[in-house]
């Protein structure tokens, strides 16, 4: 019995976890096409590091899918960031339509984990 309680205690703060790292996903994604883009790298790093380290928690439950989903987003996101920001000091509109869809792209994919994390749903591999 007090087994089944500590891992719905653990799923419960996974599940916490996993709120918070999409709502800091989400405002990267708006943030990067908006001003102040500094502070959307640093929660992106954050949300990042929340992730890694509290993936192992989550091996073996439903929720391990979320950590993989949330960080092969930051990693394909960050990596087109990347690719994309020189466009930004040569060209500002195409370094921002650039960004625009990046974070699109990107905003889908918090939406969607963040709703199947809701719905108590894995997420596909």
């Not at 959307?40 to 950590?67: M, N």
């Not at 987003?73 to 960004?99: E, H, K, M, N, R």
Request: aromatic share 14%.
């Amino acid at each position: 019995m007090n087994e089944m309680v500590q891992f719905d205690d653990r799923m419960r703060s996974l599940k916490a976890v996993g709120h918070v790292s999409y709502l800091l996903h989400t405002v990267v994604a708006i943030g990067a096409v908006l001003p102040g883009i500094q502070a959307s790298v640093a929660l992106l790093v954050v949300a990042f590091l929340i992730d890694l380290v509290k993936k192992d928690d989550a091996v073996g439950s439903w929720q391990e899918s979320h950590f993989r989903w949330r960080i092969r987003s930051v990693l394909w996101a960050g990596g087109l960031y990347i690719v994309t920001a020189p466009l930004w000091l040569l060209f500002f509109i195409p370094g921002w339509i650039a960004w625009g869809l990046i974070s699109i792209w990107f905003l889908y994919r918090v939406i969607r984990g963040w709703i199947n994390l809701s719905n108590n749903a894995p997420m596909p591999d």
